[in-house]
């Protein structure tokens, strides 16, 4: 498969697309600065009365269940729906799924309810989203013994969309396509965030490619070559996230063709 992250990366600085978030409370700074930095426009919109409003201007919306509530769902499903409408990329982070039944099971509402082209999470959250009887650690990945390339497969025919599962080497696949990522550093791991930074990355890059197989590699390269360099002079997690909005900022096209390492 031919794919150019770098060429994706210049159209989202080009474009500077509105990326609407309703996502998680933890992380919600981490996830304005990275899609800032790469060139894009954050907004986050959590309130009922405002969200499908918010939705119909942005050019993607994120959705993120790392710190959900019952309030919280009707408001990802208005500005879901309001997103569907306008034919805007929705992308779905399902952090901490497999942790709790009310996790799944707002998980599903919102699948059932919205149009998702996106599905993003660890091993253990979209295998349970797909429906294995595996637990999630709180929002870390659980060891399991599925085939994950599978379960991607599975979810993308079911849901119709692309599934992406995070991890020490990425997945990215819709029903016919896959393809592996295996940029990234561990110290990654070590800083609270990062998954949800990655979702919002992906968010970014659907915003300028329909090719939401192509959005989510791209996306995913272009960050994790970015988290690489910063760890080269990194001299800790602190550190790390400081270097790594540097790195994502000055990160340039022939830096990332030359680093990039992925598998179809």
């Known amino acids: 498969m031919i794919l150019d992250a770098a060429e994706v990366l210049e159209r989202v600085r080009r474009d500077k697309p509105l990326v609407c978030h309703l996502t998680n409370f933890v992380t919600i700074y981490d996830c304005a600065n990275i899609v800032k930095v790469f060139g894009a426009s954050p907004v986050m919109a959590h309130a009922r009365e405002e969200v499908a409003d918010m939705a119909k201007i942005a050019s993607s919306l994120v959705l993120n269940i790392g710190t959900l509530t019952t309030e919280f769902v009707e408001a990802m499903l208005l500005a879901g729906i309001s997103a569907n409408e306008k034919k805007i990329p929705v992308v779905l982070d399902v952090c901490g799924a497999g942790a709790t039944r009310f996790r799944d099971e707002k998980c599903q509402e919102i699948l059932d309810a919205v149009e998702v082209s996106i599905i993003k999470g660890n091993s253990s959250e979209v295998a349970r989203i797909a429906g294995e009887d595996v637990k999630t650690r709180g929002v870390d990945a659980a060891d399991i013994e599925s085939n994950l390339l599978g379960v991607a497969h599975s979810l993308a025919g079911e849901r119709g969309c692309t599934v992406v599962i995070t991890g020490k080497d990425d997945i990215v696949a819709d029903m016919k396509r896959a393809i592996w990522v295996h940029n990234g550093h561990p110290m990654m791991a070590n800083v609270v965030g990062t998954g949800c930074m990655a979702t919002s990355v992906i968010g970014a890059f659907a915003a ?30 602190g550190s790390f996230k400081e270097n790594l909005y540097d790195a994502v900022y000055n990160l340039d096209s022939e830096t990332i063709r030359r680093m990039q390492r992925i598998e179809d």
């Open 208 to 237: 300028v490619e329909t090719d939401h197989v192509v959005a989510s590699v791209s996306g995913l390269i272009c960050y994790e070559v970015a988290a690489e360099i910063a760890a080269l002079v990194a001299a800790g997690p």
